[in-house]
Protein backbone atom coordinates (compact mmCIF):
# COMPACT_ATOMS: atom_id res chain seq x y z
CA UNK A 1 0.00 0.00 0.00
CA UNK A 2 1.34 3.51 -0.74
CA UNK A 3 2.98 5.34 2.41
CA UNK A 4 0.86 8.09 1.64
CA UNK A 5 -2.23 6.73 2.12
CA UNK A 6 -3.88 6.11 6.20
CA UNK A 7 -5.66 3.13 7.39
CA UNK A 8 -8.88 5.15 6.98
CA UNK A 9 -8.42 6.87 3.59
CA UNK A 10 -7.77 2.98 2.61
CA UNK A 11 -11.22 1.78 3.98
CA UNK A 12 -12.70 4.89 2.41
CA UNK A 13 -11.56 3.64 -0.91
CA UNK A 14 -13.75 0.30 -0.74
CA UNK A 15 -16.85 2.34 0.31
CA UNK A 16 -18.34 2.01 -3.23
CA UNK A 17 -19.69 -1.67 -4.27
CA UNK A 18 -17.89 -0.95 -8.01
CA UNK A 19 -14.84 -1.01 -6.24
CA UNK A 20 -15.60 -4.06 -4.88
CA UNK A 21 -17.07 -5.76 -7.47
CA UNK A 22 -14.13 -5.08 -9.53
CA UNK A 23 -11.70 -7.16 -6.49
CA UNK A 24 -13.79 -10.09 -6.56
CA UNK A 25 -13.13 -9.97 -10.63
CA UNK A 26 -9.33 -9.96 -9.93
CA UNK A 27 -9.94 -12.85 -6.98
CA UNK A 28 -12.61 -15.07 -9.53
CA UNK A 29 -9.66 -14.59 -11.90
CA UNK A 30 -6.77 -15.16 -9.44
CA UNK A 31 -8.60 -18.82 -9.00
CA UNK A 32 -8.95 -19.42 -12.66
CA UNK A 33 -4.66 -17.97 -12.99
CA UNK A 34 -5.75 -15.50 -15.46
CA UNK A 35 -4.35 -12.80 -13.96
CA UNK A 36 -2.96 -10.01 -14.43
CA UNK A 37 -5.91 -8.87 -16.56
CA UNK A 38 -5.69 -6.55 -19.36
CA UNK A 39 -7.75 -3.17 -19.36
CA UNK A 40 -11.04 -4.59 -20.93
CA UNK A 41 -10.74 -7.93 -20.48
CA UNK A 42 -11.15 -6.91 -16.36
CA UNK A 43 -14.37 -4.31 -17.33
CA UNK A 44 -15.53 -7.20 -18.36
CA UNK A 45 -15.25 -9.50 -15.67
CA UNK A 46 -16.53 -6.32 -13.33
CA UNK A 47 -19.62 -6.16 -15.44
CA UNK A 48 -19.50 -2.13 -14.95
CA UNK A 49 -20.76 -1.16 -18.74
CA UNK A 50 -19.37 2.48 -18.81
CA UNK A 51 -15.96 2.68 -19.20
CA UNK A 52 -15.13 6.25 -18.24
CA UNK A 53 -17.16 5.20 -14.59
CA UNK A 54 -14.79 1.93 -14.77
CA UNK A 55 -12.01 3.74 -15.38
CA UNK A 56 -12.31 6.16 -12.37
CA UNK A 57 -12.85 3.32 -10.00
CA UNK A 58 -10.15 1.00 -10.89
CA UNK A 59 -8.17 4.35 -10.80
CA UNK A 60 -8.72 4.58 -6.91
CA UNK A 61 -7.93 1.44 -6.49
CA UNK A 62 -4.59 1.32 -8.12
CA UNK A 63 -1.49 1.54 -5.64
CA UNK A 64 -3.09 0.37 -3.19
CA UNK A 65 -5.54 -2.55 -3.67
CA UNK A 66 -4.74 -3.75 -6.94
CA UNK A 67 -1.35 -3.28 -8.51
CA UNK A 68 -0.87 -2.39 -12.00
CA UNK A 69 2.17 -3.72 -14.68
CA UNK A 70 2.92 -3.89 -18.30
CA UNK A 71 1.49 -7.18 -18.22
CA UNK A 72 -2.00 -5.85 -16.65
CA UNK A 73 -3.83 -5.77 -13.22
CA UNK A 74 -4.27 -7.81 -9.94
CA UNK A 75 -4.53 -7.71 -6.68
CA UNK A 76 -1.82 -6.38 -4.41
CA UNK A 77 -0.87 -8.16 -0.84
CA UNK A 78 -3.72 -5.55 0.75
CA UNK A 79 -6.52 -6.17 -2.43
CA UNK A 80 -5.77 -9.99 -1.33
CA UNK A 81 -6.09 -9.32 1.96
CA UNK A 82 -9.62 -7.28 2.14
CA UNK A 83 -10.86 -9.82 -0.81
CA UNK A 84 -10.31 -12.69 1.85
CA UNK A 85 -11.59 -11.39 4.87
CA UNK A 86 -14.90 -10.12 2.68
CA UNK A 87 -15.38 -14.03 1.29
CA UNK A 88 -14.82 -15.02 4.78
CA UNK A 89 -17.30 -13.12 5.87
CA UNK A 90 -15.77 -11.30 8.44
CA UNK A 91 -17.15 -7.97 8.79
CA UNK A 92 -21.04 -9.23 7.30
CA UNK A 93 -21.49 -12.80 7.82
CA UNK A 94 -23.67 -14.57 10.57
CA UNK A 95 -23.94 -17.79 11.61
CA UNK A 96 -24.88 -19.90 14.53
CA UNK A 97 -24.18 -23.65 15.16
CA UNK A 98 -24.90 -25.91 18.33
CA UNK A 99 -24.88 -25.92 21.11
CA UNK A 100 -23.61 -29.55 20.59
CA UNK A 101 -22.25 -32.15 23.23
CA UNK A 102 -18.42 -33.30 23.09
CA UNK A 103 -16.94 -36.60 24.66
CA UNK A 104 -14.74 -34.58 26.55
CA UNK A 105 -14.78 -33.24 30.06
CA UNK A 106 -13.60 -29.78 31.71
CA UNK A 107 -10.12 -30.17 32.66
CA UNK A 108 -11.06 -27.80 35.79
CA UNK A 109 -14.54 -29.21 37.32
CA UNK A 110 -15.08 -32.58 35.56
CA UNK A 111 -18.06 -31.52 33.84
CA UNK A 112 -19.62 -32.47 30.60
CA UNK A 113 -18.80 -29.90 27.77
CA UNK A 114 -20.49 -28.57 24.66
CA UNK A 115 -19.34 -26.38 21.74
CA UNK A 116 -21.35 -23.42 20.13
CA UNK A 117 -20.55 -20.84 17.19
CA UNK A 118 -22.28 -17.60 17.48
CA UNK A 119 -22.10 -14.30 15.78
CA UNK A 120 -18.38 -15.23 14.90
CA UNK A 121 -17.00 -16.98 18.18
CA UNK A 122 -16.39 -20.28 18.29
CA UNK A 123 -16.55 -21.57 22.62
CA UNK A 124 -16.30 -25.01 24.28
CA UNK A 125 -17.40 -24.41 27.89
CA UNK A 126 -18.59 -26.53 30.68
CA UNK A 127 -21.75 -26.69 32.96
CA UNK A 128 -19.82 -24.89 35.17
CA UNK A 129 -19.09 -22.19 32.47
CA UNK A 130 -15.42 -22.62 32.26
CA UNK A 131 -14.44 -21.23 29.15
CA UNK A 132 -11.83 -23.83 27.89
CA UNK A 133 -11.42 -22.98 24.38
CA UNK A 134 -12.91 -19.02 23.13
CA UNK A 135 -11.44 -18.34 19.72
CA UNK A 136 -12.82 -16.07 16.61
CA UNK A 137 -13.82 -17.84 13.24
CA UNK A 138 -15.42 -16.05 10.30
CA UNK A 139 -18.51 -16.59 9.88
CA UNK A 140 -18.22 -16.93 6.01
CA UNK A 141 -15.89 -19.76 6.73
CA UNK A 142 -18.08 -21.13 9.00
CA UNK A 143 -21.41 -21.39 6.94
CA UNK A 144 -20.37 -24.50 5.07
CA UNK A 145 -18.73 -26.16 8.03
CA UNK A 146 -20.11 -28.63 10.57
CA UNK A 147 -19.19 -27.85 14.01
CA UNK A 148 -16.85 -30.97 14.75
CA UNK A 149 -15.49 -29.44 11.34
CA UNK A 150 -14.96 -25.87 12.85
CA UNK A 151 -13.21 -27.49 15.94
CA UNK A 152 -10.59 -28.85 13.96
CA UNK A 153 -9.78 -25.80 12.25
CA UNK A 154 -9.91 -24.02 14.91
CA UNK A 155 -8.04 -26.27 17.07
CA UNK A 156 -4.94 -26.12 14.17
CA UNK A 157 -5.63 -22.34 13.78
CA UNK A 158 -4.66 -22.14 17.42
CA UNK A 159 -1.31 -24.54 17.38
CA UNK A 160 0.07 -22.10 15.01
CA UNK A 161 -0.72 -19.27 16.50
CA UNK A 162 1.16 -20.42 19.21
CA UNK A 163 4.06 -21.80 16.89
CA UNK A 164 4.35 -17.92 15.70
CA UNK A 165 4.24 -16.98 19.26
CA UNK A 166 7.16 -18.76 20.04
CA UNK A 167 9.31 -16.68 16.71
CA UNK A 168 7.68 -13.36 18.73
CA UNK A 169 6.09 -12.44 15.31
CA UNK A 170 2.74 -11.99 15.15
CA UNK A 171 0.36 -14.60 13.05
CA UNK A 172 -2.31 -12.17 11.58
CA UNK A 173 0.82 -8.48 10.90
CA UNK A 174 3.86 -10.54 10.99
CA UNK A 175 4.63 -7.54 13.42
CA UNK A 176 6.26 -7.69 16.57
CA UNK A 177 4.62 -10.14 19.55
CA UNK A 178 4.97 -9.47 23.33
CA UNK A 179 4.00 -12.40 25.21
CA UNK A 180 3.74 -12.46 28.94
CA UNK A 181 3.62 -15.10 31.55
CA UNK A 182 1.22 -15.30 34.18
CA UNK A 183 -0.42 -17.55 36.83
CA UNK A 184 -4.08 -17.59 37.50
CA UNK A 185 -6.43 -19.50 40.24
CA UNK A 186 -9.58 -20.66 39.16
CA UNK A 187 -11.39 -23.33 41.23
CA UNK A 188 -8.51 -23.56 43.74
CA UNK A 189 -6.09 -24.85 40.67
CA UNK A 190 -3.47 -22.72 39.67
CA UNK A 191 -2.93 -22.50 35.91
CA UNK A 192 0.01 -21.00 34.19
CA UNK A 193 -0.98 -19.12 30.90
CA UNK A 194 1.13 -17.06 28.99
CA UNK A 195 -0.75 -13.74 26.89
CA UNK A 196 0.60 -12.77 23.62
CA UNK A 197 -0.36 -9.01 22.26
CA UNK A 198 1.17 -7.78 19.13
CA UNK A 199 2.88 -4.16 19.03
CA UNK A 200 1.84 -3.59 15.87
CA UNK A 201 -1.82 -4.48 15.22
CA UNK A 202 -2.77 -5.04 18.65
CA UNK A 203 -3.93 -8.62 18.01
CA UNK A 204 -3.28 -10.97 21.18
CA UNK A 205 -4.62 -14.03 22.73
CA UNK A 206 -3.87 -16.26 25.53
CA UNK A 207 -3.29 -19.96 26.12
CA UNK A 208 -2.31 -21.92 28.70
CA UNK A 209 1.54 -23.02 28.80
CA UNK A 210 0.76 -26.37 28.87
CA UNK A 211 -0.73 -25.91 25.41
CA UNK A 212 2.86 -24.89 24.34
CA UNK A 213 3.98 -27.95 25.37
CA UNK A 214 2.35 -30.38 23.21
CA UNK A 215 4.19 -28.74 20.49
CA UNK A 216 7.42 -29.38 21.90
CA UNK A 217 8.88 -32.40 20.03
CA UNK A 218 10.57 -33.16 22.34
CA UNK A 219 7.36 -34.05 24.93
CA UNK A 220 6.15 -35.12 21.68
CA UNK A 221 8.41 -38.07 21.41
CA UNK A 222 8.26 -39.13 25.31
CA UNK A 223 4.18 -39.52 25.52
CA UNK A 224 4.76 -41.19 21.76
CA UNK A 225 7.26 -43.81 22.82
CA UNK A 226 4.76 -44.91 25.84
CA UNK A 227 1.97 -45.05 23.88
CA UNK A 228 0.63 -41.99 23.77
CA UNK A 229 -0.04 -39.26 20.60
CA UNK A 230 -0.01 -35.67 22.04
CA UNK A 231 0.73 -33.54 19.47
CA UNK A 232 -1.89 -30.93 18.40
CA UNK A 233 -4.19 -32.76 21.34
CA UNK A 234 -7.87 -31.03 21.29
CA UNK A 235 -6.39 -27.51 23.68
CA UNK A 236 -9.66 -27.76 25.71
CA UNK A 237 -8.49 -31.23 26.82
CA UNK A 238 -5.16 -29.87 27.84
CA UNK A 239 -4.34 -29.85 31.26
CA UNK A 240 -0.81 -29.70 31.91
CA UNK A 241 -0.59 -26.24 32.75
CA UNK A 242 -3.15 -27.18 35.71
CA UNK A 243 -0.68 -28.53 38.90
CA UNK A 244 -0.87 -32.26 39.31
CA UNK A 245 -2.42 -33.13 36.03
CA UNK A 246 -1.37 -34.09 32.50
CA UNK A 247 -2.66 -34.45 29.10
CA UNK A 248 -5.63 -36.22 28.96
CA UNK A 249 -4.95 -40.22 29.59
CA UNK A 250 -0.85 -39.43 29.81
CA UNK A 251 -0.31 -39.25 33.69
CA UNK A 252 0.60 -36.56 35.92
CA UNK A 253 2.36 -33.53 35.39
CA UNK A 254 3.50 -30.58 37.55
CA UNK A 255 3.96 -27.09 36.85
CA UNK A 256 6.11 -24.16 39.23
CA UNK A 257 8.14 -21.21 37.98
CA UNK A 258 11.52 -22.05 38.91
CA UNK A 259 13.27 -18.48 37.80
CA UNK A 260 11.39 -15.48 37.43
CA UNK A 261 14.25 -13.48 35.99
CA UNK A 262 15.17 -14.84 33.28
CA UNK A 263 11.39 -16.62 33.72
CA UNK A 264 11.68 -20.03 33.92
CA UNK A 265 8.60 -22.43 34.05
CA UNK A 266 9.30 -26.16 34.96
CA UNK A 267 6.72 -28.97 34.13
CA UNK A 268 7.92 -32.62 35.84
CA UNK A 269 5.41 -35.19 33.38
CA UNK A 270 5.38 -39.08 34.28
CA UNK A 271 4.27 -41.69 31.83
CA UNK A 272 4.62 -44.86 31.98
CA UNK A 273 6.45 -44.50 35.36
CA UNK A 274 9.38 -42.34 33.28
CA UNK A 275 9.72 -38.35 34.11
CA UNK A 276 10.55 -36.00 31.62
CA UNK A 277 11.32 -32.37 33.13
CA UNK A 278 10.91 -30.09 30.56
CA UNK A 279 11.88 -26.10 31.31
CA UNK A 280 10.19 -23.12 29.08
CA UNK A 281 10.94 -19.54 28.53
CA UNK A 282 8.46 -16.78 28.49
CA UNK A 283 7.61 -17.64 25.10
CA UNK A 284 6.92 -21.00 25.66
CA UNK A 285 10.05 -22.16 24.28
CA UNK A 286 11.92 -25.90 25.19
CA UNK A 287 15.23 -23.99 26.98
CA UNK A 288 16.23 -27.29 28.69
CA UNK A 289 14.89 -31.76 29.46
CA UNK A 290 15.70 -34.00 31.49
CA UNK A 291 14.64 -37.84 31.28
CA UNK A 292 13.91 -39.97 33.97
CA UNK A 293 13.51 -43.95 33.35
CA UNK A 294 11.68 -45.92 36.29
CA UNK A 295 13.30 -47.67 39.15
CA UNK A 296 12.24 -50.86 37.72
CA UNK A 297 13.36 -49.39 34.06
CA UNK A 298 16.81 -48.98 35.79
CA UNK A 299 17.03 -52.10 37.20
CA UNK A 300 16.05 -54.17 33.83
CA UNK A 301 19.24 -52.29 32.20
CA UNK A 302 21.70 -52.81 34.78
CA UNK A 303 21.20 -56.62 34.70
Known amino acids: MDEGVGPADAFELLAAEPRMDVLRALAAARREGATP ?25 VGTFIEKTEAGYDLSYAGRSVVA ?7 TGTERKGPEPLDDDCVLCGAAVTARYADGELA ?11 TGFPPGAAADMELSALLETASLR ?3 RIEFATTGRCPECFGSLVTTPTTQEVEGDRIHVLRSSCEQCGEGFTASAGTYLVLAPEVVAFYRERGVDVHHARPWTVAVAVDGRGVEGTGTAEASVVSEEPYRLRFDLTAAGDRLAVTLDDRGRVVSTDLTASEQKRRSADR
Open 37 to 61: LAFSALRRRSAIDDSGRFNYHLGKL
Open 85 to 91: AVTAGTY
Open 124 to 134: VRCGNDHGLFV
Open 158 to 160: TYQ
